[in-house]
């Protein structure tokens, strides 16, 4: 499968919110992995993988960790907006939907929470001092 790393019309424009969101968090870094642009936190560990229609997805959207029991409550909540992605979902991944108005202030808290998730010590208290400020 062909990556396809700059998506047309409202999917780049989607692509780029996300973008600006992960990118603003201390040291993330973008690759393509498994043909789709994949957030790291510094060298370490993804907290965001962007999924365009990959493997034939009917929407457009972010797969991020989340706490335990997150996954549950988010697609009990709005089955529409969020399901529990393949390959990752096991281990308590979300995904969300990003191709149907979504919350994007609801998408960055989320992308956030994966962030520290897999972040070192160092990364988060830099965020938290960033976010003191």
């Known amino acids: 499968m062909r990556a396809r790393i700059a998506p047309a019309g409202a999917t780049a424009a989607v692509l780029r919110r996300l973008r ?13 992995s498994h043909g789709e642009p994949t957030w790291f936190a510094g060298k370490g560990k993804v907290f965001a993988m962007f999924d365009d229609h990959h493997h034939g997805a009917p929407h457009v959207s ?3 960790p989340a706490p335990p029991g ?10 529409k907006r969020f399901w529990r992605p393949p390959y990752l979902g096991h281990r308590g991944w979300i995904a969300v939907m990003l191709d149907a ?17 897999v972040a070192t010590a160092r ?10 400020r």
Do not use: F, H
């Open 20 to 32: 600006a969101i992960c990118m603003a968090l201390p040291d993330a870094q973008e690759k393509i």
């Open 70 to 79: 997150a996954q549950a409550v988010l697609i009990a909540n709005d089955p």
């Open 123 to 132: 990364l988060v208290a830099r965020l938290d001092a960033a976010e003191s």
């Open 62 to 64: 972010v797969w991020l």
């Open 101 to 117: 108005k979504p919350n994007w202030d609801l998408v960055a808290d989320l992308i956030e929470q994966g962030y520290r998730m």
